[in-house]
Structures are given as structure tokens and as C-alpha cells.
């Protein structure tokens, strides 16, 4: 499967959580409203000060793929714009390779070779 994935850092999240923790409860606040949550073929996974949205539905043509990149490109550019004057930024990276998430009883499992590229970027 053709999978991409947008990883996101909320920057100085550390301080914050330290100095201002309102501000981190708007921070998740924010996150829990993006357009990301509404789309049927996509899948977000917050954890900490790291979000990351992929593609649920194979992207197996060069159109699928552009859509993809596209619509995730939107997904950082909406949180931008909810962010936008706040004083609370972040950095995002997009990706290809493979990812895997699935939840156990108990547990939520993601990991893969994206998400090691994505953040090691």
C-alpha cells in the first residue's frame, strides 16, 4: 500500500507544558477540531505534542498519490491557519513509505518506516 503520512511537532511544547498549561489544553483543543477527523480515507493519531495524519485508502495511481500529498498539505495548512496568532507553531514533514496502526484491547500500535524517516527529518 502507497501510504503518506504528515507528521506534525508542536514546537516548544515542553516549556509550555511546564509554564502554561491552558495553553497545551488549547493546543488539544485545536487539534481535536482539524479537517483532518472528517475525512473518510484519512486517520490522525495524537500523541504528546506529535500529530500524525495518513492515508487509510491505497493510493495506488499517480492521481490517488496527488490527491494524498494535496489533501495533507491542506490538513498542515488548516492548522496553520488555527494557529495563526496563538505564539504556538510547528514544523511538519510529509513522507511515503510504509506505516502500520492498528489497536489492540488496550493499546494503540503504530510504527514503520515513514515514521522513522519523518521524524528523524
Known amino acids: 500500500m502507497s501510504r503518506f503520512l504528515l507528521y506534525i511537532d508542536i ?4 516549556e509550555m507544558t511546564r509554564a502554561e498549561p491552558r495553553k497545551v489544553a488549547r493546543v488539544y483543543s485545536i487539534l481535536d477540531t482539524l479537517n483532518a477527523h472528517h475525512q473518510t480515507n484519512f486517520s490522525t493519531i495524537v500523541f504528546s505534542d506529535t ?4 492515508n487509510t485508502a491505497d493510493a495506488d495511481t499517480d492521481h490517488a498519490r496527488e490527491d494524498c500529498v494535496w489533501l495533507l498539505t491542506e490538513f498542515a495548512e488548516d492548522l ?5 496568532g496563538q505564539d504556538i507553531y510547528f514544523r511538519a514533514v510529509l ?3 510504509d506505516f502500520t496502526h492498528y489497536k489492540l484491547d488496550n493499546v494503540e500500535c ?3 518506516g515513514a515514521l ?3 521524524h528523524n527529518a
Not at 51 to 54: S, T
Open 110 to 112: 503504530f510504527f514503520g
Open 11 to 14: 514546537l516548544g511544547f515542553s
Open 80 to 84: 496553520h491557519h488555527r494557529l495563526t
Open 51 to 54: 500529530i500524525l495524519v495518513y
Open 95 to 97: 513522507v511515503e513509505g
Open 116 to 118: 522513522i524517516d519523518a
